[in-house]
């Protein structure tokens, strides 16, 4: 599975939109961009994924550029409780097993 | 709330102890994958069996063994436990094996302090 770059950290003010990249620029053809959070020590939560074209749901909008060597997720109005730990992760359509974890960009929403 | 129950939440034990912990994987989920998160460190996959069979092996040590159930549901055993043992084990489960875009769901974790 590609390997993926995240910053260690971000703020965001509560109310505003959070942009959090990942760079992924040896990704192959059939991995998925899944994005992942865990809030201190609980389980990770499963936020959304994308293949090729641009996915929103309920949590979060996922954006990746057209070459998909990098991609972006989107938490349009950031609340405290979105205060986590984020991480962008790339899987194989026939990876049955693993995710591999990076360390992920500390996300702090400050009031 | 994902849908996947494990127990006990918490468990204090001695060292050269054995214990067990539990996972019920979400409804239908055929898949269950057992996760290792030692303080401040990122999750370390263990091990994933589907439908009852051992699917794959990550970095599970030779004390620790696991095995799912007819009914789906998973154990995960550690014996001869170390200090070094202590840590957050996480329980996931996916509908299939091999799936594109088969999405993997955690539960909540057991914290397992080894004294």
């Known amino acids: 599975d590609a390997k993926t770059t995240q910053p260690p950290s971000m703020d965001c003010a509560e109310g505003r939109a959070a942009n959090l990249p990942c760079n992924h620029s040896t990704i192959s053809g059939n991995e998925y961009v899944y994005w992942y959070r865990q809030i201190h020590s609980q389980g990770p939560q499963y936020i959304i994924h994308?293949?090729?074209?641009?996915e929103t749901n309920e949590m979060a909008s996922l954006i990746i550029t057209e070459d998909r060597k990098s991609s972006t997720l989107i938490l349009p109005h950031a609340t405290l409780r979105d205060t986590a730990v984020y991480y962008c992760i790339v899987r194989a359509g026939d990876s049955n097993y693993q995710l591999i974890w990076g360390a992920g960009t500390k996300l702090i929403i400050k009031p | 709330d994902s849908g996947v129950t494990q127990t006990p939440k918490h468990l204090i034990t001695a060292t050269g102890q054995r214990v067990t912990l539990r996972c019920s994987p979400r409804?239908?989920?055929?898949?269950v994958y057992w996760y290792q998160q030692s303080l401040d460190q990122g999750l370390q996959f263990l091990i994933q069996?589907?439908?009852?069979?051992?699917?794959a092996k990550g970095n599970i040590l030779e004390r620790f063994s696991a095995q799912q159930f007819p009914d789906l549901h998973s154990e995960l055993n550690l014996s001869s436990l170390e200090l070094g043992d202590s840590a957050l084990y996480f329980c996931a489960s996916s509908p299939f094996n091999g799936v594109a875009g088969n999405t993997i769901y955690f539960g909540e974790g057991s914290w397992l302090t080894v004294v």
């Open positions: 409804s239908g989920d055929l898949s």
């Open positions: 994308g293949l090729k074209n641009n």
């Open positions: 069996y589907y439908n009852g069979e051992e699917r």
